[in-house]
Protein backbone atom coordinates (compact mmCIF):
# COMPACT_ATOMS: atom_id res chain seq x y z
CA UNK A 1 0.00 0.00 0.00
CA UNK A 2 1.26 3.58 -0.64
CA UNK A 3 1.84 6.54 1.69
CA UNK A 4 -1.33 8.58 1.83
CA UNK A 5 0.05 11.16 -0.93
CA UNK A 6 2.35 13.70 0.11
CA UNK A 7 1.86 17.04 -2.28
CA UNK A 8 5.63 16.95 -3.37
CA UNK A 9 7.34 16.08 -7.14
CA UNK A 10 9.87 13.46 -7.44
CA UNK A 11 11.63 13.83 -10.80
CA UNK A 12 13.54 11.30 -11.94
CA UNK A 13 15.83 10.73 -15.32
CA UNK A 14 16.20 7.09 -16.64
CA UNK A 15 13.16 6.30 -14.98
CA UNK A 16 12.35 3.65 -17.90
CA UNK A 17 14.38 0.68 -16.51
CA UNK A 18 17.02 -0.75 -13.82
CA UNK A 19 17.64 1.51 -11.14
CA UNK A 20 15.79 4.54 -12.13
CA UNK A 21 12.71 2.97 -13.01
CA UNK A 22 12.84 0.91 -9.10
CA UNK A 23 13.73 4.23 -7.17
CA UNK A 24 10.36 5.97 -9.28
CA UNK A 25 8.43 2.71 -7.67
CA UNK A 26 10.10 3.51 -4.09
CA UNK A 27 8.96 7.38 -4.49
CA UNK A 28 5.45 6.80 -5.62
CA UNK A 29 4.95 4.44 -2.49
CA UNK A 30 6.18 7.13 -0.40
CA UNK A 31 3.62 9.47 -1.41
CA UNK A 32 5.63 11.13 -3.77
CA UNK A 33 3.97 12.67 -7.27
CA UNK A 34 6.58 11.88 -10.30
CA UNK A 35 7.66 13.55 -13.36
CA UNK A 36 9.51 10.65 -15.18
CA UNK A 37 12.28 11.53 -18.28
CA UNK A 38 13.79 9.01 -20.35
CA UNK A 39 13.85 8.28 -24.10
CA UNK A 40 12.01 5.39 -24.04
CA UNK A 41 8.40 7.06 -23.79
CA UNK A 42 6.58 3.53 -24.64
CA UNK A 43 7.97 2.26 -21.38
CA UNK A 44 7.36 5.77 -19.10
CA UNK A 45 3.52 5.40 -20.33
CA UNK A 46 3.45 1.50 -19.55
CA UNK A 47 4.94 2.73 -16.19
CA UNK A 48 2.46 5.22 -15.18
CA UNK A 49 -0.46 3.27 -15.88
CA UNK A 50 1.31 0.40 -13.77
CA UNK A 51 1.32 3.60 -10.99
CA UNK A 52 -1.72 5.13 -11.49
CA UNK A 53 -3.29 1.74 -10.49
CA UNK A 54 -1.06 1.30 -7.44
CA UNK A 55 -1.48 5.11 -6.34
CA UNK A 56 -4.46 6.49 -8.42
CA UNK A 57 -4.67 10.05 -6.25
CA UNK A 58 -0.88 10.92 -7.25
CA UNK A 59 0.17 12.37 -10.55
CA UNK A 60 2.53 10.67 -13.17
CA UNK A 61 4.06 12.94 -15.67
CA UNK A 62 6.20 11.39 -18.36
CA UNK A 63 8.45 13.50 -21.05
CA UNK A 64 10.42 12.29 -23.02
CA UNK A 65 14.32 13.47 -23.24
CA UNK A 66 17.47 12.29 -25.14
CA UNK A 67 19.50 13.92 -21.95
CA UNK A 68 22.75 13.35 -24.08
CA UNK A 69 21.38 16.66 -26.56
CA UNK A 70 22.81 19.93 -24.72
CA UNK A 71 19.37 21.77 -24.96
CA UNK A 72 17.63 18.32 -22.92
CA UNK A 73 17.77 20.25 -19.48
CA UNK A 74 16.58 23.02 -20.24
CA UNK A 75 13.53 21.57 -22.36
CA UNK A 76 12.47 19.72 -19.24
CA UNK A 77 13.09 22.39 -16.59
CA UNK A 78 10.94 24.69 -18.84
CA UNK A 79 8.17 21.79 -19.38
CA UNK A 80 8.02 21.56 -15.58
CA UNK A 81 7.36 25.26 -15.17
CA UNK A 82 5.08 25.40 -18.11
CA UNK A 83 2.91 22.62 -16.02
CA UNK A 84 3.59 24.56 -12.15
CA UNK A 85 5.16 21.75 -11.33
CA UNK A 86 7.92 22.42 -8.28
CA UNK A 87 10.82 19.98 -8.11
CA UNK A 88 11.04 18.89 -4.37
CA UNK A 89 13.25 15.97 -5.02
CA UNK A 90 15.60 16.07 -8.38
CA UNK A 91 17.25 12.16 -9.08
CA UNK A 92 19.92 12.30 -11.73
CA UNK A 93 19.98 8.85 -12.28
CA UNK A 94 20.49 8.68 -16.30
CA UNK A 95 23.95 7.40 -17.24
CA UNK A 96 25.69 5.19 -19.65
CA UNK A 97 29.08 3.44 -20.03
CA UNK A 98 31.52 2.79 -22.97
CA UNK A 99 33.93 0.26 -22.39
CA UNK A 100 37.33 -1.20 -24.62
CA UNK A 101 40.46 0.81 -24.80
CA UNK A 102 40.55 4.48 -25.46
CA UNK A 103 41.40 4.06 -29.19
CA UNK A 104 38.44 1.80 -29.91
CA UNK A 105 35.70 4.92 -28.07
CA UNK A 106 33.49 6.22 -31.11
CA UNK A 107 33.75 9.39 -31.13
CA UNK A 108 30.03 10.29 -30.73
CA UNK A 109 29.88 7.80 -28.25
CA UNK A 110 32.17 9.20 -26.11
CA UNK A 111 30.17 12.80 -26.96
CA UNK A 112 26.78 11.14 -26.01
CA UNK A 113 28.07 9.87 -22.88
CA UNK A 114 29.62 13.01 -21.40
CA UNK A 115 27.06 15.10 -22.58
CA UNK A 116 24.57 12.33 -20.18
CA UNK A 117 26.81 11.67 -17.30
CA UNK A 118 28.33 15.20 -16.59
CA UNK A 119 26.68 17.86 -19.02
CA UNK A 120 23.05 17.41 -18.38
CA UNK A 121 23.17 16.18 -14.46
CA UNK A 122 24.70 19.06 -13.81
CA UNK A 123 22.67 21.42 -15.88
CA UNK A 124 19.67 19.78 -14.05
CA UNK A 125 20.97 20.74 -10.84
CA UNK A 126 21.78 24.39 -12.24
CA UNK A 127 17.86 24.59 -13.00
CA UNK A 128 16.10 23.20 -10.64
CA UNK A 129 18.14 23.91 -7.09
CA UNK A 130 17.22 27.83 -7.26
CA UNK A 131 13.32 27.22 -6.79
CA UNK A 132 14.79 24.28 -4.00
CA UNK A 133 17.21 27.27 -2.40
CA UNK A 134 13.69 29.80 -2.43
CA UNK A 135 11.49 26.85 -0.36
CA UNK A 136 14.49 26.64 1.50
CA UNK A 137 13.79 22.62 0.92
CA UNK A 138 14.48 19.45 -1.18
CA UNK A 139 16.84 16.73 -1.94
CA UNK A 140 18.92 16.25 -4.98
CA UNK A 141 20.47 12.64 -5.70
CA UNK A 142 22.80 11.94 -8.07
CA UNK A 143 24.07 8.58 -8.88
CA UNK A 144 27.98 8.09 -9.42
CA UNK A 145 29.63 4.50 -9.24
CA UNK A 146 31.95 2.68 -7.53
CA UNK A 147 33.78 3.20 -10.75
CA UNK A 148 34.20 6.35 -9.70
CA UNK A 149 36.50 5.91 -6.83
CA UNK A 150 39.68 5.32 -8.67
CA UNK A 151 40.81 5.35 -12.40
CA UNK A 152 39.07 1.84 -14.55
CA UNK A 153 41.09 0.90 -17.47
CA UNK A 154 38.88 -0.54 -19.99
CA UNK A 155 36.37 1.90 -18.25
CA UNK A 156 38.08 4.80 -18.08
CA UNK A 157 35.96 7.68 -19.89
CA UNK A 158 32.93 6.13 -17.77
CA UNK A 159 34.83 5.87 -14.04
CA UNK A 160 36.26 9.48 -14.47
CA UNK A 161 32.58 10.57 -15.23
CA UNK A 162 31.61 9.26 -12.39
CA UNK A 163 34.61 10.90 -10.11
CA UNK A 164 33.22 14.14 -11.54
CA UNK A 165 29.74 13.45 -10.14
CA UNK A 166 31.79 12.15 -6.77
CA UNK A 167 33.51 15.61 -6.53
CA UNK A 168 30.51 17.65 -7.92
CA UNK A 169 28.06 16.30 -5.70
CA UNK A 170 30.06 16.75 -2.76
CA UNK A 171 30.62 20.88 -3.58
CA UNK A 172 27.28 21.78 -3.85
CA UNK A 173 26.44 19.94 -1.16
CA UNK A 174 28.36 22.60 0.62
CA UNK A 175 26.49 25.54 -1.09
CA UNK A 176 23.07 24.74 -1.09
CA UNK A 177 23.17 23.28 2.74
CA UNK A 178 22.62 26.68 4.54
CA UNK A 179 19.43 27.20 2.39
CA UNK A 180 17.97 23.64 3.58
CA UNK A 181 18.64 21.56 0.22
CA UNK A 182 20.20 18.26 0.68
CA UNK A 183 23.09 16.73 -2.17
CA UNK A 184 23.22 13.31 -1.83
CA UNK A 185 25.49 11.50 -3.80
CA UNK A 186 25.26 7.33 -4.12
CA UNK A 187 27.55 4.63 -5.68
CA UNK A 188 26.26 1.26 -6.78
CA UNK A 189 28.46 -2.03 -7.45
CA UNK A 190 27.39 -4.32 -10.35
CA UNK A 191 23.47 -3.78 -10.44
CA UNK A 192 21.86 -6.61 -12.46
CA UNK A 193 20.47 -4.02 -15.58
CA UNK A 194 20.50 -3.34 -18.88
CA UNK A 195 24.03 -1.49 -17.91
CA UNK A 196 26.22 -3.80 -19.08
CA UNK A 197 25.13 -4.55 -22.43
CA UNK A 198 24.56 -1.17 -23.31
CA UNK A 199 28.19 -0.28 -22.50
CA UNK A 200 29.26 -3.20 -24.13
CA UNK A 201 31.04 -5.07 -21.91
CA UNK A 202 32.16 -8.79 -22.65
CA UNK A 203 30.05 -11.26 -20.87
CA UNK A 204 32.65 -13.48 -20.16
CA UNK A 205 34.78 -10.83 -18.02
CA UNK A 206 34.84 -12.33 -14.87
CA UNK A 207 34.77 -9.49 -12.95
CA UNK A 208 31.77 -8.19 -14.12
CA UNK A 209 29.95 -11.59 -14.26
CA UNK A 210 26.50 -11.62 -13.84
CA UNK A 211 26.35 -13.25 -10.76
CA UNK A 212 28.23 -10.74 -8.97
CA UNK A 213 25.42 -8.30 -9.57
CA UNK A 214 23.19 -7.53 -6.78
CA UNK A 215 19.02 -6.51 -7.86
CA UNK A 216 18.18 -2.87 -8.87
CA UNK A 217 15.33 -2.74 -6.02
CA UNK A 218 17.97 -3.05 -3.36
CA UNK A 219 20.61 -0.32 -4.62
CA UNK A 220 17.05 1.85 -5.43
CA UNK A 221 16.12 1.33 -1.47
CA UNK A 222 19.44 1.91 -0.24
CA UNK A 223 19.42 5.34 -2.35
CA UNK A 224 16.45 7.01 -1.89
CA UNK A 225 16.88 5.97 2.44
CA UNK A 226 20.53 7.97 2.24
CA UNK A 227 19.35 10.76 0.03
CA UNK A 228 16.01 11.32 2.52
CA UNK A 229 18.33 11.25 5.65
CA UNK A 230 20.02 14.14 3.77
CA UNK A 231 23.55 11.66 3.66
CA UNK A 232 26.29 13.48 1.89
CA UNK A 233 27.47 10.04 0.21
CA UNK A 234 26.80 6.65 -0.10
CA UNK A 235 28.04 2.88 -1.55
CA UNK A 236 26.28 0.15 -1.89
CA UNK A 237 27.36 -2.89 0.38
CA UNK A 238 30.36 -3.69 2.72
CA UNK A 239 32.81 -5.07 -0.10
CA UNK A 240 32.01 -2.17 -2.33
CA UNK A 241 32.38 0.02 0.72
CA UNK A 242 35.94 -1.95 1.74
CA UNK A 243 37.12 -1.16 -2.07
CA UNK A 244 36.87 2.78 -1.90
CA UNK A 245 38.27 2.60 1.41
CA UNK A 246 41.30 0.66 0.46
CA UNK A 247 41.75 2.80 -2.65
CA UNK A 248 41.26 6.30 -0.22
CA UNK A 249 43.75 5.27 1.96
CA UNK A 250 46.55 3.75 -0.82
CA UNK A 251 48.95 6.63 -1.10
CA UNK A 252 50.14 6.06 -5.07
CA UNK A 253 47.34 6.43 -8.12
CA UNK A 254 49.79 4.21 -9.85
CA UNK A 255 49.66 1.53 -7.33
CA UNK A 256 45.36 1.97 -7.76
CA UNK A 257 45.65 1.50 -11.51
CA UNK A 258 48.17 -1.13 -12.02
CA UNK A 259 46.10 -2.86 -9.49
CA UNK A 260 42.57 -2.40 -11.05
CA UNK A 261 44.11 -3.23 -14.06
CA UNK A 262 44.58 -6.64 -12.77
CA UNK A 263 40.87 -6.96 -11.30
CA UNK A 264 38.97 -5.78 -14.24
CA UNK A 265 40.74 -7.84 -16.82
CA UNK A 266 41.29 -11.23 -15.01
N1 LIG B 1 24.26 -1.23 -13.29
C1 LIG B 1 25.40 -1.01 -12.65
O1 LIG B 1 26.18 -1.95 -12.37
C2 LIG B 1 25.77 0.37 -12.22
C3 LIG B 1 26.88 0.50 -11.35
C4 LIG B 1 27.24 1.78 -10.93
C5 LIG B 1 26.53 2.89 -11.34
N2 LIG B 1 25.46 2.74 -12.18
C6 LIG B 1 24.75 3.95 -12.60
O2 LIG B 1 23.37 3.81 -12.28
C7 LIG B 1 22.60 4.64 -13.15
C8 LIG B 1 21.43 3.85 -13.70
O3 LIG B 1 21.94 2.83 -14.56
P1 LIG B 1 21.27 1.39 -14.67
O4 LIG B 1 22.24 0.42 -14.15
O5 LIG B 1 19.90 1.39 -14.11
O6 LIG B 1 21.28 1.24 -16.27
P2 LIG B 1 20.11 0.97 -17.32
O7 LIG B 1 19.30 -0.21 -16.93
O8 LIG B 1 20.82 0.97 -18.63
O9 LIG B 1 19.20 2.27 -17.20
C9 LIG B 1 19.63 3.51 -17.67
C10 LIG B 1 18.48 4.49 -17.69
O10 LIG B 1 18.96 5.73 -18.23
C11 LIG B 1 18.18 6.09 -19.35
N3 LIG B 1 19.00 6.73 -20.37
C12 LIG B 1 20.07 6.21 -21.03
N4 LIG B 1 20.51 7.09 -21.94
C13 LIG B 1 19.72 8.19 -21.84
C14 LIG B 1 19.66 9.42 -22.52
N5 LIG B 1 20.53 9.71 -23.50
N6 LIG B 1 18.71 10.33 -22.18
C15 LIG B 1 17.83 10.04 -21.20
N7 LIG B 1 17.82 8.89 -20.51
C16 LIG B 1 18.76 7.97 -20.84
C17 LIG B 1 17.59 4.78 -19.87
O11 LIG B 1 16.36 4.99 -20.53
P3 LIG B 1 16.13 5.12 -22.12
O12 LIG B 1 17.01 4.14 -22.80
O13 LIG B 1 14.67 4.89 -22.25
O14 LIG B 1 16.49 6.56 -22.41
C18 LIG B 1 17.34 4.02 -18.57
O15 LIG B 1 16.11 4.40 -18.03
C19 LIG B 1 23.58 5.16 -14.22
O16 LIG B 1 23.96 6.47 -13.92
C20 LIG B 1 24.77 4.21 -14.09
O17 LIG B 1 25.97 4.82 -14.51
C21 LIG B 1 25.07 1.50 -12.61
Do not use: W
Amino acid sequence: MPSEKNGKVALVTGASGGIGREIAEILLMKGYDLLLVARSLGKLEELRKKFKLIASDQTVTVLRADLSHSESPKMIFDFANDRNISVDILVNNAGVGISGGIDEYSEEDLLKMILLNIFSLTALCKHFSPQMKEKRSGNILNIASIGGYQPVPYLAAYAASKSYVLNFSDAIAMELKDYGVSVSCYSPGLTDTQFFDRADIDENNNFYAKKMRVSPKDVAQDAVEMMLRGKLSSIYGLKNNVLAFLTQITPSRNIIARITKKIVTK
